[in-house]
């Protein structure tokens, strides 16, 4: 019982540290994106802000809407990207839930968020959130082939180094970094696994060139067009930590290096060291795919988006597996 | 009450009722790098339901009156009304027109006029900050 209840405060911690964390990256990220265009921005803490007012804002559900339907998807939304942080190690800590699920079970919860948007759009009766909910299950389809071959990508590599582990384990790819069991080749690879995981980004959270699904300007705002109020609040915090869940979930699978090994630390300076550079990297990895593309570009249509990813980007991942392969043959 | 958080973050929804697009573009170039009214939490949104600012320009032409009501029920409480320019606040060159039923105030209750014809974005911004002190007063009155 006092385990159970030692666990509920661990995941409990962890829930709050990553929300507030996601939502300090999100102001941060307005801040850069508004310097780049020589504007001055919002204050670092303008996400809090706006979270606040949003919850004391009326929460209305339209007439047309399915009440239940509306209401329960961005709940599931922000649970879902928040559990996936249970799962991923960070920094050096081992994940709290690492025992209870792998690498299949976080690509599938990611799915979640995005599922829960479009099923909340369909929902709420509008026909603006119903393209937005078709184009984000159109995207969706589409960057899933790569985050698969990714995945298998992963797995393959630590079935064959460590018969006895359990590939697909997240105590597995903590322990080893990937790179350390590949050859020349399979590095090679690796390299061009790791820049279609960045291309996946701006997909996977829905930010500039690939954010058809929202289109603020085409559709009104697309899949979230008819929330308000509490719901809205909701499904801001979704969408920030689904892009801090994606990258941990980058960093966690190829720069799994810490702090402690490099400078021999121990006890709670590493535990601090570690996951202070842990969060450095997750900022470096949301920086270069979501937040400089997102400024620097102009959004796709859908079409073209689908085509890029399921054209360009796939066989990207593919050529990195083939050349994984290839290695492992040699 | 959470009314401080909403002085910080007011998001504008921009309804166009039959401008002749003089005001529109003026508020566009208060969003621009010179103004910059995103340092003070104000956002150009895509939909009322976020909204927490209507902000109209235009005379408002027969056939937008039904769709004016609409998009004014569809904004959440609490919300402020701001009209931006001569057309919406009093007819302007239109007064009296055959195809207006307008000014605004007229249909909806407004709290905040921006006369010009186009306003510049300084006196814009200006009637936004104004839409603070409504929303201030409502404050007072919640704690009374």
Known sequence: MIEFIYFGL????????????????????????????????????????????????????????????????????????????????????????????????????????????????????????????????????????????????????????????????????????????????????????????????????????????????????????????????????????????????????????????????????????????????VFVIMFVSGIFVSAASARLKIDQAAKCYISFIFLLSLIGLMLIGLDIML | MGLDALKKSLWVFHLNTGSCNGCDIEIIAALTPRYDVERFGIKLVGTPRHADVLLITGPVTRKMKKRLLRVYEQVPEPKVVVVVGNCGSTGGVFYESYNLVGPVDKLIPVDVYVPGCPPRPEAIIAGIAKAWEKLERMREKNER
């Open chain 1, 10 to 281: 661990e995941a409990l911690i962890i829930i709050l540290l990553a929300l507030f964390i996601a939502l300090l990256f999100n102001g941060i990220e307005r801040k850069l994106i508004a310097r780049m265009q020589a504007r001055i921005g919002p204050p670092i803490t303008q996400p809090f802000i706006d979270v606040k007012k949003l919850f004391i804002k009326e929460n209305i559900v339209p007439d047309n809407a399915i009440p239940w339907i509306f209401n329960a998807m961005p709940l599931i939304a922000l649970a879902s990207s928040l559990l996936v942080l249970l799962y991923i190690p960070f920094g050096g800590m081992p994940a709290l839930l690492q025992n209870y699920g792998d690498l299949i079970l976080v690509v599938y919860i990611m799915l979640i968020p995005s599922l829960a948007l479009a099923i909340g759009a369909f929902a709420s009766g509008s026909p603006y959130a119903s393209i937005g909910a078709q184009r984000e299950i159109v995207i969706m389809i589409s960057y899933e082939f790569v985050l698969s071959v990714i995945v298998i990508a992963v797995a393959w590599l630590f079935s064959l180094a460590f018969p006895q582990a359990n590939a697909f384990s997240f105590a597995t790819i903590n322990e080893h970094a990937i790179w350390s069991v590949a050859g020349p080749v399979g590095i090679a690879g690796l390299l061009l696994l790791f820049i279609s995981s960045l291309a996946v980004m701006p997909a996977k959270i829905g930010k500039l060139p690939i954010d058809i699904a929202e289109a603020k300007t085409e559709i009104a705002d697309g899949v979230l067009v008819e929330y308000s109020g509490r719901n809205l609040a909701l499904l801001h915090m979704a969408q920030a930590t689904r892009m801090f869940a994606f990258a941990s979930l980058i960093v966690a699978l190829f720069l799994p290096w810490n702090l402690s090994n490099i400078f021999s630390l121990s006890g709670t300076l590493a535990l601090i060291g570690d996951f202070a550079f842990f969060l450095a990297k």
